[in-house]
């Protein structure tokens, strides 16, 4: 019995080993495929090196990337989140309806948009945990909820004149680097040293590793569940807040398709879609990557269009290099 356990054990340590291994080349490789993409538009597009561009690039993918970490949290963990481009609609146009039709200052505002945020997305959490739906199906749920309380707010109408000191959020800089970018860069840190530095980190590998083993171990895997859910619903938060400083609106259309931006960055980032494997570097790379992609189409002259369709395929190709690995 004990020489069983013991042989389980050790097996169970070399098949972590080995899923890291992976998880680290993979890294390696998108590192490496980031690096020749910008050599072959360096080479293509002369424009491409320019410092405003290489700035636009960053503060382009900020939306994303901050998504990204909140969904890197999600997937290690084993679930799915596909309501947080409802969710960001939702508290870009309530935070926009709290400065301009409220009056409120700009700080309390932002602070009720995240708030809501953080609600919307523990609710996920809740529905998940407690009421065993599935995240995809209690997800979509909550997508059409938001999305639709954005919609019916304002009767589809955009916010527009929000005040300058707003907009400057998402479109000043700190030199020659802009805030978007100084926020999402934070945000990751911030991540980074969650998983990697905490034991509410830790009990995130184990629940997306083994939910039951977890379970059985002690953790209050539900617990975990709403937390992460609470914290993905307060990144979603944020990057609709941003989004909306950004176009100057709140608009209940804004955040479309930001869940298929960060699952795609975040399964190109090497976070395996089972679960308990992944990190927010490889998140913060991919969507370095979705947003060179998306740049060099704009500087071929490429239609927009065909954004979704090379988005898809980049998301087929990850998965099926995930499921790879988990073959062999």
């Known amino acids: ?20 291994s992976k998880f680290y080349a993979r890294q390696y490789a998108l590192l490496l495929i980031l690096l020749l993409l910008i050599a072959v538009l360096s080479y293509v597009s002369p424009s491409f090196l320019k410092l405003s561009n290489l700035m636009n690039i960053f503060r382009q993918i900020s939306f994303v990337g901050i998504a990204a970490m909140g969904m890197t949290f999600v997937i290690i963990s084993g679930a799915i989140d596909l309501s947080i481009g409802g969710i960001a609609a939702c508290t870009g146009v309530i935070t926009s309806s709290l400065i301009k039709d409220f009056g409120l200052p700009i700080v309390p505002s932002i602070l009720g948009g995240l708030f809501i945020g953080l609600v919307l997305g523990g609710t996920n959490g809740v529905l998940i945990s407690r009421f065993m739906v599935p995240p995809f199906m209690a997800t979509i749920v ?30 000043g800089f700190v030199g020659p680097i802009p805030i978007l970018a100084i926020v999402m860069l934070l945000i990751f840190f911030a991540c980074h040293i969650v998983l990697k ?23 209050r895997t539900s617990n ?28 209940p259309g ?33 969507a370095v990557v979705i947003g060179v992609i998306d740049n060099a189409l704009v500087l071929l002259n490429i239609s927009p269009w065909y954004q979704p369709i090379v988005k898809a395929l980049v998301i087929l190709i990850a998965v099926l290099a995930d499921r790879k690995n988990k073959w062999k």
Do not use: C, W
């Not at 019995?1 to 389980?8: E, F, H, I």
């Not at 999305?147 to 916010?159: D, L, T």
């Not at 939910?211 to 059985?216: D, I, M, W």
């Not at 989004?243 to 709140?250: N, V």
């Open 197 to 219: 530095n905490t034991v509410f980190g830790r009990r995130i590998y184990a629940t997306g590793g083994n939910e039951n083993a977890a379970r059985y171990s002690g953790i």
């Open 224 to 251: 975990i569940t709403i937390l992460i859910f609470a914290i993905m619903g307060l990144l979603a938060a944020l990057t609709g807040i941003l989004l909306a400083a950004r176009i100057g609106a709140g608009d």
């Open 254 to 286: 804004s955040g479309a398709g930001l869940e298929l931006d960060a699952i795609a960055a975040v399964v190109m980032g090497g976070t395996s879609i089972g679960g308990g494997v992944g990190g927010v570097f490889g998140s913060l790379i991919g």
């Open 1 to 20: 019995m004990l020489k069983g356990a013991v042989s389980a054990e050790r097996h169970s340590t070399i098949d972590g080993l080995m899923n890291r």
């Open 142 to 171: 909550m997508m059409n909820f938001a999305r639709g309380v954005a919609y019916v707010y304002k009767e589809a109408q955009p916010i527009y004149d929000l005040p300058r000191e707003f907009r400057s959020i998402a479109s």
